[in-house]
């Protein structure tokens, strides 16, 4: 299974939030798509990385080609200061919010004891947030981020 929370910071610089690469590319540079998004499935014994989107019949191959270039881009370059900084803030604010309230917090403890990760797993995820750097989000991106590895499934 992909490296946690490792390969959440990478997804989200892919296609996790509005200011991904895939939106900004597929969604508001190409206008291919009104959404698109990645995100990690994880099992106990696998994990799958999903990108999802509904498009045009006409616009669906370009759009394939298009994920496959960003997957590249994120292998062969590594990710600027001022967009790793804003994923950060992203995904402290999303974790702030998740802990707003009695029932996010015991949502979460339960999520801990169900899923058997460490009590410092919250810790840990933000401590990694904070000082991933762009060369472990490349190599991340040339071990995940393969093409081969990737099953495309359309539905027309």
């Not at 999802?52 to 292998?75: F, H, P, Q």
């Not at 015991?106 to 750097?133: A, C, H």
Request: net charge negative; with cysteine.
């Amino acid at each position: 299974p992909p490296r946690l929370p490792e390969s959440a910071v990478l997804n989200n610089v892919f296609g996790g939030f509005f200011g991904s690469r895939l939106m900004t590319n597929i969604r508001e540079d190409k206008g291919y798509t009104y959404g698109i998004y990645s995100y990690l499935e994880n099992h106990i014994q696998q994990s799958a990385w999903v990108i999802s989107t509904d498009a045009g019949r006409d616009v669906c191959e370009a759009a394939v080609v298009e994920i496959y270039k960003e997957m590249e881009d994120l292998r062969n370059e590594p990710v600027d200061a001022e967009e790793l900084s804003l994923v950060r803030n992203y995904m402290m604010g999303s974790i702030l919010g998740d802990l707003d309230g009695p029932f996010h917090i015991i949502n979460r403890w339960k999520n801990i004891i169900l899923n058997g990760v460490p009590e410092t797993y919250f810790e840990d995820q933000m401590r990694t947030i904070r000082s991933i750097s762009a060369e472990e989000l490349q190599a991340l991106a040339n071990k995940y981020l393969v093409a081969d590895n990737f099953y495309e499934l359309v539905v027309v």
